[in-house]
T-cell receptor, first 115, second 114 residues
Framework: DAGVTQSPTHLIKTRGQQVTLRCSPK?????VSWYQQALGQGPQFIFQ???????QRGNFPDRFSGHQFPNYSSELNVNALLLGDSALYLC??????????????FGPGTRLLVL | AQSVTQLGSHVSVSEGALVLLRCNYS??????LFWYVQYPNQGLQLLLK??????LVKGINGFEAEFKKSETSFHLTKPSAHMSDAAEYFC????????????FGTGTRLQVTL
């Protein structure tokens, strides 16, 4: 059973560029959440997608946007990159139908470096 | 807003010694609590979770945690540390409503020495 997968594993961009990160959820999961983990910090919630819609959003600017596809996979897009966007981006999947007891399972992350 | 506080950014123990990683939560409603472990250059792996079924929760790799409402704590313990336990440990809380975002602590780096 494949777990959560993310691509690419590493990425280097320059300031002002745009980036797209991809996530495939664990089999049987229908909800995808994205987190940003800066160096030495805990992960910070960016947003969550369910049924192809943004269900909840954290305290991140509109430069951060996402999408969920019918097969439940998801993309995270970041526009106008800033140096401070350098971080490990983690995708987590879960099954919404767990009656509120859903557990999020994390992928290996995409490490983004903005120069 | 819900939050967790992890006391001690670094903890060092000898191999075979007790591991105790501290987590205190702040929540106005009954919380769901989680411990995740992160090995270098990897994502997060779920160790255990508390969802109100039992106050003592057993997880993987010999770890367990006890939910103490009176102390608003959810400390992680392991009776005997192993070298392979060296990693970053994160405590997280999520609300019991429809939104399920996790709020993480700042993490505790566990070092295990011979």
């Amino acid at each position: 059973d494949a777990g959560v997968t993310q691509s690419p594993t590493h990425l280097i961009k320059t300031r002002g560029q745009q980036v797209t990160l991809r996530c495939s959820p664990k089999s049987g999961h229908d909800t995808v959440s994205w987190y940003q983990q800066a160096l030495g910090q805990g992960p910070q919630f960016i947003f969550q997608y369910y049924e192809e819609e943004e269900r909840q959003r954290g305290n991140f600017p509109d430069r951060f946007s996402g999408h969920q596809f019918p097969n439940y996979s998801s993309e995270l897009n970041v526009n106008a990159l800033l140096l401070g966007d350098s971080a490990l981006y983690l995708c987590a999947s879960s099954f919404y139908g767990a009656g509120g007891l859903e557990t999020q399972y994390f992928g290996p992350g995409t490490r983004l470096l903005v120069l | 807003a819900q939050s967790v506080t992890q006391l001690g950014s670094h903890v060092s123990v000898s191999e075979g010694a007790l591991v105790l990683l501290r987590c205190n939560y702040s929540s106005s409603v009954p919380p769901y609590l989680f411990w995740y472990v992160q090995y270098p250059n990897q994502g997060l792996q779920l160790l255990l979770k508390y969802t109100s079924a039992a106050t003592l929760v057993k997880g993987i790799n010999g770890f367990e945690a006890e939910f103490k409402k009176s102390e608003t704590s959810f400390h992680l313990t392991k009776p005997s540390a192993h070298m392979s336990d060296a990693a970053e440990y994160f405590c997280a809380v999520r609300n019991t409503g429809t939104a399920s975002k996790l709020t993480f602590g700042t993490g505790t780096r566990l070092q295990v020495t011979l």
